[in-house]
């Protein structure tokens, strides 16, 4: 409703600019007031509580779900098959008794009659229903049976008796299998390679879902775009495989000397302390008898991570491995020898990103970094990324995009099934910074303001707070990636400033490290430390979907004042430049506040300088969709004068 009365009232305010562009404006004309509820007026949020308080940060009664995972799986790369057996221990830190509990049951999707396979068919993105999702043998209380219902992706678990409130723990084993899909079709598979097969394996533990306070149950189901809202936990997960496969996962690794020889043993020792790139199992060593431990049967690799969204892993007999440490990090590559001499880089990459990311934001919380070459274009986990590509760009940008995702969502544990745009756009932006680490300094940010505007007409009246489920995938690129990182860098870089918002944005991350903030918490966090209010940003760029078209509607007579409009639903400060006739040149810059009572604003002159051209956002920061209307120039004006003249003279 107030993006019609805005619409109406430009409409109003449009036609009689374009009647007073001439010489002579009417300058005693009576700007339109704007309507009560404008852009500018006060965001509806919720309200503040002792919970989500109302500076944007958790409040005295915060809390959230524990759940921990002791896990032992084993796969069977001949028939496809992962088996595994999980200890589930919930903590129920809400105010809540709970009757039941929600699991997230990922690999249901690839059934033929899920609703995420209808929904994928409808929008012919060409998936592949695959086999039977998962094979739930049981779940068991104290070696009891109990009702488990399988609804699509989700499951509902019946508990004995109500689970009790405030810190209220309850332990359950669940035993299940799946087939991994032949076809890659999002977020993990396996692929033949020359040395041999490479497997990445997520979503495969039936995870219980988020209870919080602002959804109870998070039910959403999994479709495919959205991705994930897990519970922060520690897991111990036991992975056997074949005995010549070597094995990456989310966490540090317990057993090195079991499941690596004693050389490799040493190398990966002294990786842990080399800023240089180690090799731990080389192109040679890729298949040969002794590069794998001695004895027979599989192995057993042991993996421990605390305080982690969710556990991923990949194993292949075609891993060469290489090591290095950047800030007391272990940072990891697996790559079969397909990824040459640009995956022999990776590590390297890696560091540099992770460093990056640790000057200009809040560490990375994890002891471990893995990045994989195989079926997976891209996607992140915890400590764990799966990445794809074969020319440096491509490589550094896809490794420093997931790996920043440790940031977004997985330390900032924010919903991924509705708001996409907390995790991929902010990852975005802070990817815009980071392509400096590795290239160098670039001619201009990949996140520019300027070069968006024709993209943001594309997304059409959708904002950016939609749902990722509910938006075409170019939409789901264009919103939640890029108008979001593009969207942070304007702030950044020309609305707030680095310095108030870094500080901010830091607040924003410390405040809610291994918690899960809200859109309003972001919102509020920002405008608080940074000191602004931004409730037209937010609201013109996140809720809304208007587009900028500042004007220049007038010049005075004797170029003594100048006419502002702002011709778009969107708000914007107002920068220009004034050149005058003996070549000097003055860059003027407004605070969006001007718009506060209008959409029009006179500008009065005070230097004595002949005026020779007028140029709003003459340095190009703004999504400007509509520059011809831009400039003010003398010469134009006075070609356009003779030409009337001569015509009215015939
Ligand atoms: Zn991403």
Not at 372 to 386: A, D, Q, R, S
Request: glycine share 8%; hydrophobic share 40%; net charge negative.
């Amino acid at each position: 409703m107030k993006l019609i009365a805005a619409t109406l009232l430009l409409s109003l305010s449009s036609t009689t600019a374009f009647a007073q562009s001439d010489d002579q404006p009417d300058w005693e004309r009576v700007p339109q007031a704007r309507p009560s509820a404008t852009i500018f007026s006060p965001l509806d949020l919720p309200a503040p509580n002792s919970i989500r308080n109302g500076a944007g940060a958790p409040g005295p009664d915060y809390w959230q779900q524990q759940v921990d995972y002791e896990i032992d799986v084993e796969i069977d790369v001949e028939t496809r098959i992962v088996h595994a057996t999980a200890e589930v221990t919930y903590t129920n830190n809400s105010p809540d008794p709970l009757d039941y509990l929600w699991l997230h049951l990922e690999q249901n999707v690839f059934r033929a009659d899920s609703i995420g396979n209808a929904v994928a068919d409808a929008a012919s993105i060409g998936a592949k229903p695959e086999g039977d999702g998962y094979t739930i043998y049981g779940v068991k209380h104290k070696r009891k049976e109990l009702p488990f219902h399988v609804y699509d992706t989700m499951g509902l678990l019946e508990l004995p008796k109500p689970l009790a409130a405030n810190g209220g723990k309850f332990s359950f084993e669940i035993e299940w299998s799946f087939v991994i899909p032949k076809n890659v079709f999002r977020r993990f598979g396996i692929r033949k390679y020359r040395k041999g097969t490479v497997i990445e394996i997520a979503q495969w533990i039936p995870q219980v879902a988020v209870y919080d306070d602002v959804n109870g149950w998070n039910t959403l189901p999994y479709l495919g775009s959205g991705e994930f809202y897990t519970n922060i936990g520690d897991f111990n997960v036991n992975i056997t495989a074949p005995r010549d496969f070597v094995v990456v996962a989310t966490g540090v690794l317990q057993n090195t000397n079991n499941v690596f020889t004693p050389s490799q043993a040493k190398a990966l020792g002294k990786a842990k302390k080399s800023e240089e790139t180690v090799m731990i199992i080389s192109k040679e060593e890729v298949g040969m008898n002794d590069s794998r431990p001695k004895g027979d049967g599989p192995l057993t690799w042991r993996f421990e991570a605390e305080s982690v969204r969710t556990f991923a892993w990949a194993c292949s007999d075609a891993f060469i491995l290489d090591a290095a440490s950047v800030d007391g990090i272990l940072v990891q590559t697996a790559y079969p020898e397909e990824g040459g001499k640009v995956w022999a880089k990776a590590t390297q990459m890696a560091c540099k990103a992770i460093a990056g990311y640790n000057r200009r934001l809040i560490p990375y919380p994890y002891p471990v970094a893995t990045n994989v070459l195989g079926p997976e274009g891209g996607m992140e986990y915890p400590m764990i990324v799966f990445c794809n590509g074969s020319r440096e760009r491509s490589v550094y940008g896809v490794t420093t995009h997931e790996i920043g995702h440790n940031w977004f969502p997985m330390m900032i544990n924010t919903d991924e099934r509705r708001h996409a745009w907390m995790d991929e756009g902010f990852n975005t932006f802070i990817n815009g910074y980071s392509t400096e680490d590795w290239f160098g300094p670039q001619r201009k940010n990949e996140n520019d303001p300027a070069d968006f505007a024709f993209m943001m007409q594309m997304a059409g009246s959708v904002p950016i707070v939609t749902a990722p489920d509910k938006l075409p995938a170019m939409a789901l690129g264009l919103l939640e990636y890029s108008k979001t990182g593009v969207g942070l860098t304007l702030l950044r870089e020309t609305i707030v400033g680095p310095e108030r918002f870094d500080f901010a944005f830091k607040q924003y991350m410390n405040r809610w490290k291994f918690k899960s903030p809200q859109p309003s918490d972001f919102f509020r966090t920002i405008e608080d430390a940074a000191g602004m209010d931004l409730a037209w940003f937010w609201r013109g760029w996140f809720m809304e979907a208007g587009l900028l078209d500042q004007a220049i509607s007038g010049v005075g007579k004797k170029n003594d004042r100048i006419r502002f409009e702002n011709l778009g639903e969107l708000v914007m400060p107002l920068h220009y430049r004034i050149t005058y006739t003996d070549g000097s040149a003055e860059d003027f810059k407004k605070p969006v506040e001007i718009w506060y009572q209008s959409n029009q604003i006179i500008v009065n002159l005070t230097s004595n300088k002949e005026i020779a051209e007028v140029e709003i956002d003459h340095h190009r920061l703004f999504p400007e969709m509509n520059r011809d209307d831009n400039t003010w120039n003398v010469a134009e004006k006075n070609a356009e004068k003779a030409a009337v003249t001569e015509t009215g003279t015939e």
